[in-house]
């Protein structure tokens, strides 16, 4: 990469939440739709899948020619051993949401850069604690109806109204809940010459 002008960077990832996070660092970079099976691997654990997911997303977009860097991201939540998938459909959510009323759920924020001149990457995950309050189900029925939770997994928006659901995050990167650890993603970026801030 030339050190005169700014790296091309590209986020491999259809969502429009790790979209908006990158904006508050990078003003501009392109975005390719990356084709990842997403189904876990036979015994693996949330953080492993959260990592291999976020390399697989870089690595599915690695033909693209002039480019220079390439941002990979997955996140994958459990509780008490249950995976919190993206619901899909509202009667998964409330599922969902019934099952974690006054548990603690993880969730995994993987983030990886992958440097098309050398072929080499870096990886990491996030981990992030979430406590959600005893809910009922009619304030899971009414935040469900309120809040568009399709995508989201674990069926609960921490940047939107599902703050109300919780009772504590506890995590090092505010960011990595909602989908992009910036915090880390911000020190691969200044390691591979992009100049932040």
Known sequence: MSTDTPPIIVLASTSIFRRELLKRICQNFEVESPNVDETPLADEDARACAERLSIAKARAVLQLSGRDLIIGSDQVAECDGKRLSKPGSLDVAIEQLKFASGRTAFFYTGVCVL??????????????????????????????????????????????????????ILGSDPTALVGLPLIALSRMLRDEGVTLP
Not at 144 to 168: H, M, N, Y
């Open 115 to 168: 440097n098309l001149h050398t072929n080499t990457h870096e990886s990491l995950v996030v981990d992030t604690e979430v406590t959600f309050r005893e809910l009922s189900l009619i304030e899971i029925q009414r935040y469900v109806e309120t809040e568009d939770v399709l995508g989201c997994a674990g069926s609960a928006k921490s940047e939107g109204l599902g703050i109300t659901l919780l009772e504590s």
